[in-house]
């Protein structure tokens, strides 16, 4: 099973991307995932497509949250890409 690697499009000053960035740090020690954050700011494209947005959570170009990210749900999520990776879907 491949671990799934997540974009979390952020901005620099935002209390939400910083509460989903600590549920990230969580799911990466547990193994879960692993992350990076891209600020929307420094692209024009990007501030176009997530604008107010942020946070937003991305798996290969899919979106898999938006604003607020709960702890749960992700595991979920991340248990679920594992089993469509499993089977190569």
Same mark, same amino acid.
């Given at each position: ?30 193994? &879960?995932?692993?992350?990076?954050? +891209?600020?929307?700011?420094?692209? =024009?494209? *990007? ?5 107010? @947005? ?9 979106? &898999?949250?938006?604003?607020?990210? +709960?702890?749960?749900?992700?595991? =979920?999520? *991340? ?5 469509? @990776?499993?089977?190569?879907?």
């Amino acid at each position: 099973m491949t671990i799934p690697h997540l974009q979390l499009m952020s901005r620099r000053v935002c209390c939400l991307c910083d509460d989903a960035k600590a549920v990230l740090a969580t799911l990466a020690d547990e193994g &879960l995932c692993t992350w990076e954050t +891209v600020d929307v700011d420094r692209d =024009k494209t *990007l501030m176009v497509s997530y604008g107010l @947005d942020v946070p937003v959570l991305v798996f290969e170009n899919r979106v &898999l949250f938006k604003h607020r990210l +709960v702890e749960d749900e992700l595991k =979920k999520s *991340l248990t679920e890409l594992g089993r469509q @990776d499993a089977v190569g879907i």
